[in-house]
């Protein structure tokens, strides 16, 4: 049985088509999945994103605890409400997860983690962080909602009384009343992530909605985070996949060299190796779309299609791929037994509403 955020009314009185996804139930689009994501590339949307997992981590021991479990440095935050994204690895470098990490004080952490993952992540935390000085709190009475596009900020300024947002930076988060309010986001655009009771979830969605942001499904946020060049755990990465080879080197913190976070070691030797996979952009012509589990065929050796689909801002087929480490710059993506061509391009294709310098080149 799946389950259902505080806005599953809302949804269903708004339109939405409802699906199952990492067992909630929500809405994959209200009406053109196309203009739902334009309206978040050109003006704001709103995407019930209540399925995420937040938790929180309290503690005297909180902060040497997530030192060790994640990639990323928790002292690379300088103030409070001041967030790094990064992953949490197994012992062989495995990504078992990418999360938000905020700090809200001294010894107290909020972490936002996958839905897909929940449990899973919860049960190796609670092993890993055992003898911990520490309380890890998973915060089922919490909604969240995620406001995107360039005109996101002022419209969540405005229904939330918030004016602070005006001048919050990125990655930064403030507490306004019941509301967590964050910089943060998952489409490539601009935007807020705002967590918050359960019971104030359906009034916040009807306000924004009220004040002409548009409700957006998975399917525009899909598309959105694949133009933006963002990983999709359990299709662009998982455990048998590390950050070296994910695009995520820039999230794992190897410096200093005395902090020994869980699957340090394998990384460090996958460095002095060479990192055998990139995962790269690819740009399709006419002829298909390509699709997760496609063959990619290169010169260096056969790869795979990791997430792809139509881009709507790039307007042609676009692909995620994971392919061997080389100099290939045209390959072929395989679909349906035809071999399509493909250019080989650095993610993402599109930042803040604008396509990338390279991307359209024929």
Request: with cysteine.
């Amino acid at each position: 049985m799946t389950r259902k955020t505080p806005l599953f009314d809302a949804h269903e009185a708004a339109g939405g088509r409802m699906v199952e996804f990492a067992g909630w139930t929500l809405p994959i689009r209200y009406g053109s999945l196309v203009e739902e994501h334009r309206a978040v590339r050109e003006k704001a949307g709103v995407f019930d994103v209540s399925h995420m997992t937040v938790v929180d981590v309290r503690g005297s021991g909180a902060r040497s605890a997530l030192r060790r479990l994640l990639a990323n440095d928790v002292d690379r935050i300088r103030e409070d409400g001041q967030a790094i994204y990064g992953c949490m690895l197994d012992d062989e470098g495995g990504i078992l997860d990418d999360l938000i990490t905020y700090r809200i004080e001294d010894g107290f952490y909020r972490l936002i983690v996958n839905a897909a993952t929940r449990e899973a992540d919860l049960a190796w935390m609670r092993e890993r962080l055992a003898d911990d000085d520490l309380a890890l709190t998973e915060r089922d009475d919490l909604a969240m909602l995620a406001v995107q596009g360039p005109l996101a900020r002022a419209a969540v300024a405005e229904c939330m009384n918030a004016p602070v947002l005006e001048s919050l930076k990125p990655f930064r988060a403030v507490v306004h009343g019941d509301l967590f309010i964050a910089r943060t986001g998952y489409t490539g655009e601009d935007g807020c992530e705002i967590v918050l009771p359960n019971g104030l979830a359906a009034d916040a969605f009807a306000a924004l909605l009220d004040a002409g942001v548009v409700p957006c499904g998975l399917g525009a946020r899909d598309s959105l985070r694949l133009e933006a060049g963002l990983n999709l755990y359990g299709q662009d990465m998982d455990t048998t996949t590390t950050p070296l080879e994910s695009n995520l080197a820039w999230t794992v913190a190897f410096e200093p060299a005395d902090r020994d976070f869980i699957g340090r070691a394998a990384l460090e030797a996958q460095r002095e190796a060479g990192v055998p996979r990139r995962l790269v952009g690819l740009v399709l012509g006419a002829g298909g779309i390509p699709r997760a589990g496609a063959r990619v065929l290169t010169a260096d050796g056969e790869g795979v299609v990791t997430s792809g689909g139509f881009g709507p801002t790039v307007e042609r087929p676009i692909a995620m791929a994971r392919i061997p480490a080389g100099t290939a710059t045209a390959v072929e993506v395989e679909l349906r037994g035809r071999r399509l061509p493909a250019r080989v391009v650095k993610l993402p294709f599109v930042r803040g509403g604008k396509i990338l310098d390279g991307v359209l080149d024929d």
